[in-house]
């Protein structure tokens, strides 16, 4: 029979198994990771040295895996446990029991590099120079900023969830500081460290470009 207590435990259950399937769904967005800076690194320095997969063996066996297209005969794009590279690392095939192994945390981003697609991918943590208000600025104070500063509750009088807000603060002179934590200015966003060097110089270009509504 279905009492309201019984409804009860079942609503309770419900959250709670969509609470965790979320914290799941998040688990699996993890990091991307960069091939040529994070990945090849790895794999050069774990088993395409010199003696082994660096493409000089006269065995045949012993593939060379010094190159992205020669790693790449190896891997089944967004399956890391259908791709030799990872499982013979997972199972401890690779490398040999008397050569240096791979920490949890290597074969973590080698795996998730195959699971994210294994693109060869360059360059990847370079400081995005775009300054343009809608995708670069707006989506900046989105994360960082208006939790705090919004329509119903904003610090210092400031809304920054909209182009004008953001003007407003501008206008008054407290929004570059207090971002670029200087002398004088409350450093924000308030009690959670600091925007990154490259977001902090968007925001310093856009501005100096006359903090356009583009
Ligand atoms: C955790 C809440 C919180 C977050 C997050 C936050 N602020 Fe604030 N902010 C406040 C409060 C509260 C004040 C007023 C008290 C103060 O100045 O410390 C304030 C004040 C300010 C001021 C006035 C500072 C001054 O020295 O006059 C500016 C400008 C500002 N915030 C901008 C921002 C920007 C930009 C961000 C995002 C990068 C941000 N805030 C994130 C809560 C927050």
């Excluded at 091939?35 to 003696?51: D, H, M, N, R, W």
């Amino acid at each position: 029979m279905l009492n309201k207590f019984s409804v009860l435990v079942l609503v309770v259950m419900i959250t709670v198994l969509a609470i965790s399937f979320n914290a799941c769904t998040y688990d699996v967005a993890a990091p991307n990771y960069c091939f040529q800076e994070e990945v090849l690194p790895i794999i050069v320095s774990k088993c395409a040295y010199t003696g082994c997969h660096d493409g000089s063996s006269q065995d045949e066996d012993v593939q060379d895996l010094s190159t992205y297209n020669n790693i790449m005969k190896f891997v089944t794009p967004g399956k890391p446990f259908q791709s030799e590279l990872y499982t013979e690392i997972h199972s401890g095939e690779m490398p040999p029991e008397d050569k240096s192994q791979l920490d949890k945390l290597q074969k973590d981003i080698i795996k998730n590099w195959i699971a994210s697609g294994a693109p060869n991918s360059s360059n990847c943590n370079a400081c995005d120079t775009n300054y343009n208000y809608a995708n670069r600025i707006q989506p900046l104070m989105d994360k960082w900023c208006v939790s705090c500063h919004n329509s119903t509750t904003a610090g210092a009088g400031y809304d920054l969830s909209n182009y004008n807000g953001v003007k407003q603060c501008i206008i008054d002179g407290r929004f570059l500081g207090s971002i670029q934590q200087s002398a004088g200015y409350s450093p924000m966003p308030k009690a959670s460290g600091s925007l990154s060097t490259c977001d902090q110089t968007a925001i310093q270009k856009w501005i100096q470009a006359g903090y356009p509504n583009n």
